[in-house]
């Protein structure tokens, strides 16, 4: 299909069902993002691609710590999955944890305002298990060295011809301008 991108056949619907409903994935420490294929699918766009991804809420205030508000607070971050058994059962404190499903393609949120009983607070979101990430534009799927709004657009392409330069032994393109 082209450059990082598989095709997995399923011998039944249940089982692509478990595969795309299940995950996290991960391979080789990278976190995988799985979709069912559309016509309109690019393997060098991160654009459709959805995955589920654990956060973590740290110092949730001690109100908020109930399923409702743990999913009202991480639907602003993504579509709530699941609450982990430590966050369910009250077993741990320092941070609420939850799998969201995320839109790769969407600039992670660090934090979002959420409104509470008697005001407005910041809370801090922290993402698990996201190893290709730029720290200039805050998506998924390049580092900073080679990020499209850095090299106008020409990122993936870059990007690509590194990856297999470095297969190959060879040296990689560079650019001495910062991203962001």
């Known amino acids: 299909m082209g450059y990082d991108c598989f095709v997995c056949l399923f011998s039944s619907v249940e089982a692509r069902d478990a595969v795309l409903c299940g995950g996290p994935w991960f391979i080789g420490g990278n976190i ?48 709530p999955l699941w609450i982990d058994a430590q966050t369910g059962n009250s077993g741990r404190r320092e941070y609420a944890r939850v799998c969201v499903r995320m839109n790769l393609a969407n600039k992670l949120q660090s934090g979002v305002w959420v409104n509470g009983m008697n005001d407005r607070f910041y809370q801090k979101v922290e993402h698990e298990g996201i190893g290709l990430m730029c720290y200039g534009c805050g998506k998924v799927g390049h580092q900073k060295e080679f990020c499209p709004s850095r090299l106008g657009g020409q990122g993936d392409a870059v990007n690509r011809r590194n990856v297999d330069k470095r297969k190959q032994g060879g040296q990689v393109e560079s650019n001495s301008e910062s991203c962001g």
């Not at 979709?35 to 959805?50: I, Q, V, Y």
């Not at 205030?61 to 579509?79: E, F, K, M, T």
């Open 32 to 79: 995988v993002g799985l979709d069912r294929w559309t016509p309109s699918f690019s393997p060098a766009s991160m654009e459709g691609l959805s995955s589920p991804v654990w956060i973590r809420m740290p110092n949730l205030p001690l109100q908020y710590w109930d399923d409702c508000n743990i999913y009202r607070i991480a639907s602003r971050i993504g579509v």
